[in-house]
């Protein structure tokens, strides 16, 4: 699934978060997915919560496997380590580049480093692992 597919998808299976998210890149390498910061993403201080980090991380895995694999809706997380490394920059979008580390028949592996918009640093890590349903034939 290319930028455009996924981002279809997100807006007819998920259209209660799509608006949040963009689609930026899509290719064999990974997704690059943009978290459109608003005021409902802040935590008090003005700063980026963990929640919605966390939230942009586990979006962007879930599109990287299903760009490799296709629209399969009930790939699920299995499980998600995060590390927060430093302060989200104020008033920027967070950027997640997602890598697919090994897709398996019943199970994904990947990662996910999250940037401020504009800004060489990251802000946080995360490890994912996803279980893909089997095929229905």
Do not use: W
Request: aromatic share 6%; with cysteine.
């Amino acid at each position: 699934m290319d930028a455009g597919a996924l981002e279809a998808f997100l807006r007819r299976d998920f259209g209660q978060v799509a608006e949040d998210f963009a689609v930026d890149r899509a290719d064999a390498a990974g997704v690059t997915l943009r978290l459109k910061v608003a005021e409902r993403h802040l935590r008090p201080g003005g700063t980026v919560s963990g929640p919605a980090m966390f939230g942009l991380a586990d979006v962007a895995m879930y599109l990287a496997i299903l760009s490799r694999i296709g629209p399969v809706a009930l790939a699920v997380t299995t499980n998600c380590a995060i590390d927060f490394m430093r302060k989200p920059s104020a008033g920027r979008d967070l950027l997640a580049e997602a890598r697919v580390l090994k897709l398996g028949r019943a199970l994904a592996v990947g990662d996910v480093m999250l940037f401020s918009e504009g800004s060489p640093e990251p802000v946080a890590r995360a490890s994912l692992t996803y279980s893909i349903p089997p095929a229905r034939g």
